[in-house]
């Protein structure tokens, strides 16, 4: 009888594999198709992605937190890394790491919205692309890293991770609304979960 692998010992196992693949001769392997074998679960997603909790935002040489676009593509390399990618995502990309079907989403604003583009989160339409053509995810199959970093500190205080079809019931997200929307989300329920990582809408414990 196999045993059954602890979640650190899981989450080892598929880092080596993907830090070792992305120091290969090619383009970077966050932005390669899905691989199955190699894909962590979301409690893998929050075992990794732990330490993130409490990092500042990046701020320019004037300290300013940089714009929306350079701070987003910062964060989503510093989640790459975390998940033993060696080189960052590309940028603009849908879903920002398309070998881990992840969305990265960080927040620095009082009130977060959040910009769906043109995939709504629980839409049931497969990505009709050819870096899915063998996976054949659908967007409410992308799993979404939310990280809150609200004023005063910047600092991310809160992280939830959800597939699209988990952030409708989350957030309760408009069955039609795209491109921006206003989550809503209340410094009262920031404060109820400040630094805690909902997985599924349920804090991680690990």
Request: net charge positive.
């Amino acid at each position: 009888m196999t045993r059954r692998l602890s979640l650190a010992e899981s989450c080892a196992l598929k880092r080596e594999k993907i830090h070792t693949a992305d120091l290969t001769d090619g383009a970077p392997l966050a932005n390669a198709p899905a691989d199955r074998s190699l894909l962590y679960t979301r409690p893998e997603l929050a075992f990794l992605l732990k330490p993130l909790m409490g990092l500042d935002a990046p701020r320019d040489d004037s300290n300013r937190i940089l714009e929306v676009r350079p701070k987003g593509h910062w964060f989503e390399f510093e989640t790459a890394r975390k998940l033993g990618y060696h080189y960052p995502p590309g940028a603009g990309l849908f879903p920002d790491l398309r070998h881990q079907l992840l969305e990265v989403k960080h927040h620095t604003g009082k009130s977060t919205t959040i910009d769906f583009g043109h995939h709504h989160p629980g839409s049931k339409q497969v990505l009709e692309v050819r870096w899915n053509s063998i996976v054949r995810a659908r967007v409410c199959d992308i799993r979404y890293l939310i990280a809150l970093a609200p004023p005063p500190a910047f600092k991310v205080t809160v992280m939830v991770l959800a597939t699209g079809a988990e952030i409708n019931s989350i957030f309760g997200v408009s069955p039609t609304k795209t491109i921006k929307y206003p989550l809503g989300i209340s410094n009262k329920w920031r404060a109820e979960h400040a630094g805690q990582i909902l997985v599924s809408g349920r804090p991680f414990n690990a």
